[in-house]
């Protein structure tokens, strides 16, 4: 008889011992498919991460110009950058959100109703400001401020004073330079609402949130709030790329000109954890394949062992010894495809809840202390295709030769005479 028809009969004939062949490899099956989507999951969620949030460098200087931004910003490791030019507008007209709190000094009934002026930042884009990035203001009308405004006379307007001065989308506002002497309309292009609370003391109106207003660095300096930034920051993707481009700044501003700071902790929070998880995974497919032909080798020695007399009725029918290796090789690897099969339906699923429960711990140990609001984890964009279903093939015939070469070593040195006098 042909020994695949055998192996066929064998695996009917023996359903236990072909059921927990088929329960161990569809363990194996679905935890090596979901660590393998995981893994994938993680470097592209790592790869997005970094391209959304990267590393801010912010580089001031008494040398620091427009012409050296633009010139840094052009830089490869560069993804985006963005000016800052701060000052005080006192526009006529347009009232202020103010301290509630007592002003020292003066007697009770509020702060100052409107003496000081609006905090005006001159800015590129408004996306790579740290509390837009990281979730803490979000725009709830219009548009944020993005590059292709450049010398458009927009702003952005926080919510409490676009509330307190009945503004929406569309509507202008006077802003005037920090002397007073040039004056010029804005047209609110978005409106955004933050999540930083008032001092408990009291403060200048421009230094409360509510009078943050952002507008395009070069409308600023039109208006008379001249051209040298206080500083810059510059996104780049890793801390790595951070000594490039500190070089490039010596180039430009000399050795002791500057002031260089990286600020990588939204990437640590963010990366760090999926790094972990991505290195996690790879070690944990190891120990599956390795624990999955172990176990699986001393199944089929065992099933061996207790089919000895079957081995030696047919050596002594003439049977090839290459051909009961065959049979038992057959048998392990039917058993796999239906695994796979099994595997496909609850692999992504596993990926999806185990990523989020490794990147949930990894992230807490990182942000610790933080507040638990600003952090969300979970690993997203799982996506299963026919080469992950491939390697895990692989591996699992991988695994189905090695269970049967190990115990074939044995079939190759039994002899029918033997095995048949000791059965006697």
Known sequence: MNFVKRAAFSLRARRGKTSLLLGIFLVVCTLLLGGFLLRDATTRQEAEVQRRIGVDVTVRGVKLTSHAVDTLGSS???????????????????????????????????????????????IRDSGMLLDFSTGRSTIVAGRGL???????????????????????????????????KHKDSFTVAGVYEGSRQDPPQWVAPSELSANQVYAPAAALSALGFGTKPDEAVFKIRSPEQARQLHTEAARLLGTDGFRFDINDKA?????????????????LVWLITLSGAVILTLIVTMTIRDRRDELGMLLALGEKKWKLIGQHTVEVAAVLLPALALAALAGQSLAHHAGTMLLVREQHSITAGQNPADRNPTVSDIRMDIGDLGKVAAIGLGIALVATAVPGIGILRLHPRSILTDTE
């Open 146 to 180: 993005t590059s292709q405004d450049n010398a458009r006379k927009v702003v952005l307007v926080n919510q409490r004073l676009a509330a307190k001065n009945h503004l929406k989308v569309g509507d202008t506002i006077p802003l005037a330079s920090p002397d007073g």
């Open 267 to 283: 990437y640590r929070d963010q990366v760090l954890p999926l790094q972990r998880v991505g290195t996690f995974t790879t070690a």
């Open 76 to 122: 490869p490791v560069v993804q985006r950058y963005n000016p800052v030019l701060r000052g005080v507008s006192k526009p006529s007209g347009l009232p202020l959100v103010t301290s509630n709190l007592p002003k020292p000094g003066r007697p009770e009934g509020g702060g100052d109703r409107g003496q000081d002026g609006l905090a005006v930042n001159g």
